[in-house]
């Protein structure tokens, strides 16, 4: 029998909101626990073994006068979930690196405490859309990108080795590589197939493959092939939507480079439109069959290793 192609899921979600209120998450699904997320991975085809993954934020914006979140005490309770397991993971944590650059200094120190050696990136989504408020995150306003202290923000997680999850709308992206081209020591996480929207026209798409090619030009850049049904919605129902997704998802590899790639689960959200980790892990390794050996074990383990560092 082949040997097992290693697994890093660099992008899963994990959350309880009895014990931690997230106001952001709504109720539809009250807890998703470590047990729960090894219980989903274990049904990946057996071409494939789970090594380790990434933990990414779920504060995803205060709302303005909202509940407050402790985004360190959910770096902690991470950490607490994960460990038992026994198994490699690092955490990208929430971190508002625009609003005042001293608080964002003592949140990283604290995130790093908490994380015990396992902090590996932040994340703050920009997504903001001046005419869909279904494209703009809570706390999130137009002009972020050009703003002096978000790059002061940046050049924090530079000085601390940390990666940054890139989360913007396609009209956004070109404003984001202007200040990516200033930063070329820090690694840069594109999340989601960069957000090319499902029901857009053409004008929509060739935007987002313009910056795609932007960002790609970038060699600090990488990119999730992640959250697919953002881009064609219940893909996994329609052989014309799926295709559709197979032809973007082989498009950034070509662009980006199989090192820069990295399929990730986008768990439970994903879980949450119906689409299993069995279906999902065999369309990447459908999608992923032309390419060499060397080129699919970079695309499931080693660009997010090469992303995230070492994970302890």
Request: aromatic share 8%; charged share 25%.
């Amino acid at each position: 029998m082949q040997t097992p192609i290693p697994l890093c899921d660099p992008h899963f979600h994990l959350w309880d909101l009895a014990e931690r209120p997230n106001p952001n998450l709504g109720d539809v699904m009250p807890a998703y626990r470590a047990a729960d997320y090894a219980q989903d991975m274990s049904e990946l085809p057996p071409e494939l073994q789970r090594v380790s993954g990434v933990h990414v934020e779920t504060v995803v914006g205060q709302v303005p006068n909202g509940v407050p979140i402790d985004t360190v005490e959910e770096t902690r309770w991470v950490r607490d979930q994960l460990e038992p397991t026994e198994q490699p993971f690092g955490i990208v944590a929430y971190v508002h690196l625009e609003r005042d650059i001293a608080a964002a200094g003592r949140t990283i120190e604290q995130h790093l405490a908490a994380a015990g050696g396992r902090l590996c990136g932040v994340r703050m989504i920009l997504n903001h859309h001046p005419a869909n408020p279904d494209l703009t995150w809570p706390q999130i306003e137009d002009g972020v990108l050009q703003s002096d202290r978000f790059r002061e923000g940046l050049a924090l997680l530079e000085r601390h080795n940390l990666a940054f999850d890139l989360s913007c709308n396609p009209h956004q992206v070109a404003d984001a590589v202007a200040v990516f081209r200033d930063f070329p020591n820090l690694r840069v996480v594109t999340n989601h197939l960069g957000f090319l929207h499902d029901s857009e026209d053409q004008a929509h798409e060739d935007l987002w493959r313009e910056g795609m090619a932007a960002l790609a030009a970038l060699p600090n850049v990488y990119m999730k092939l992640s959250m697919a049904w953002f881009a064609r919605d219940a893909f996994h129902e329609d052989e014309a939507k799926e295709a559709k997704i197979a032809a973007v998802v082989q498009e950034l590899i070509e662009r980006f480079g199989s090192s820069r790639c990295m399929f990730a689960s986008n768990y439970p959200v994903d879980k949450l439109r119906g689409i299993s980790i069995g279906y999902l892990y065999a369309k990447f390794l459908e999608w992923s069959a032309d390419f060499s050996d060397d080129e699919r074990r970079a695309l499931f383990h080693d660009s997010a290793i090469s992303a995230y560092g070492p994970l302890a």
